[in-house]
């Protein structure tokens, strides 16, 4: 990584602190430039507007979301083809991705996708990560394909719960969570 690229990923990890402590309202270059320890003209060399700056938050916080997920399996091509992934697999990637304080289940994350909502752009790259990843609404009465989407939605929760909640779960018991997600979807907690 050369120096350039070096300074926009710590330009990148700042702003997903302010936006972790403060809010995507509080995103802004002074902010992100104080907590980096950079200059503003340095942010603005690599993010020419707020939006170029939000957007590019989007897709470094997601795209961290999504190399976690692709650590979840065996399967060292499984990021640059999850597609090819057996539906399993990716719901396990999926769940443990979304469960683990490693995949980091944080306000940050949650703030960023309630304010994509608003931008579809930033929605798309969400989206990406969701169709690549989770299991899909079933679009017929596949018990299976209904099982792994109730996974998903537990598994949702429990992301959500933690992204709100004031403490960490035990480990014991998230794995215990995890654990009974994954056999209620049919993957049966294989590899884990």
Request: glycine share 8%.
């Given at each position: 990584m050369n120096v350039r690229e070096s300074k926009r990923e710590q330009a990148l990890e700042a702003a997903t602190r302010v936006v972790q402590r403060d809010g995507v309202t509080a995103?802004?270059?002074?902010?992100?430039?104080?907590?980096?320890?950079?200059?503003?003209?340095?942010?603005?060399?690599h993010f020419p507007s707020r939006e170029a700056l939000l957007r590019a938050l989007h897709e470094h916080v997601s795209g961290g979301w999504e190399r976690y997920m692709a650590q979840q399996v065996s399967d060292e091509s499984a990021l640059a083809h999850p597609d090819e992934l057996d539906d399993h697999s990716r719901l396990e990637a999926y769940v443990r991705g979304s469960a683990s304080p490693a995949g980091n289940p944080d306000r940050a994350e949650l703030q960023l996708m309630l304010q994509a909502a608003e931008d579809p752009e930033s929605q798309a790259i969400w989206s990406g990560v969701h169709d690549r990843w989770a299991p899909r609404l079933p679009e017929e009465a596949?018990?299976?394909?209904?099982?792994?989407?109730?996974?998903?939605?537990?598994?949702?929760?429990?992301?959500?719960?933690?992204?709100?909640?004031?403490?960490?779960?035990d480990p014991s018991l998230r794995e215990r969570l995890i654990r009974r997600i994954l056999e209620r979807g049919g993957a049966g907690g294989a590899g884990s």
């Open positions: 995103l802004s270059y002074e902010a992100v430039a104080a907590e980096a320890g950079l200059t503003k003209g340095g942010l603005v060399y596949d018990d299976e394909a209904v099982d792994r989407f109730l996974a998903r939605l537990a598994s949702d929760g429990l992301w959500l719960y933690e992204a709100l909640a004031d403490r960490q779960l």
